[in-house]
């Protein structure tokens, strides 16, 4: 499944995983079946890896659609929810700082895009030195030490 979430209640976070190629029907229906959850908690930290993805060449264009889409997610949310999303890929990162952009002036909670592990794991308020936190991210490890 290219986009899935698993909560994790004992940490307060939501992880968001987009795996192959992602569209925006994805993204709006992984999101939106959080929110239905009967988990689901607003003030929960989302933590969204899209280490490996690929978003469609029309994703930049259908940003704005996105962001609409998921108003009712982003209003259902605490503002003192943080979302981290950790994009280390030049595309990716780009595509992410765009869709933060573009939802910042209607989201209630602070959303940051991280090109690194470190800074995505803190920023949700999870220690990038515990192994159990390492592991929710997709981190690549070849040619360089991940943490």
Same mark, same amino acid.
């Given at each position: ?22 569209t925006?029907? $994805?993204n ?5 079946a959080?929110?239905? =959850?009967? $988990?689901? =908690?607003?003030? $929960?930290?989302? @933590? ?10 029309? &994703? &930049?264009?259908?940003? $704005? /659609? @996105? ?12 503002p ?9 890929g030049?595309?990716n &990162? ?10 910042k002036?209607r989201?209630?909670?602070?959303l ?13 308020? @999870?220690d990038? /030195?515990?192994p159990?936190?390492r592991r929710?991210?997709h ?7 991940? &943490?």
């Amino acid at each position: 499944m290219p986009a899935s979430f698993k909560i994790l209640t004992e940490t307060n976070i939501v992880l968001v995983r987009f795996e192959g190629d992602i569209t925006v029907d $994805q993204n709006v229906d992984c999101l939106g079946a959080y929110r239905e =959850d009967p $988990q689901f =908690d607003g003030g $929960q930290h989302i @933590l969204l890896d899209v280490a490996n993805c690929t978003f469609p060449e029309r &994703f &930049f264009e259908e940003t $704005q /659609r @996105l962001a609409d889409r998921l108003t009712a997610f982003h209003t259902a949310r605490d503002p003192r929810a943080r979302t981290s999303i950790y994009a280390p890929g030049k595309v990716n &990162f780009g595509i992410c700082k765009l869709y933060r952009d573009t939802v910042k002036a209607r989201m209630p909670y602070p959303l940051e895009v991280s090109r690194t592990a470190e800074d995505a794991l803190r920023y949700a308020e @999870l220690d990038p /030195r515990d192994p159990a936190a390492r592991r929710l991210l997709h981190v690549p490890t070849i040619g360089r030490a991940a &943490f």
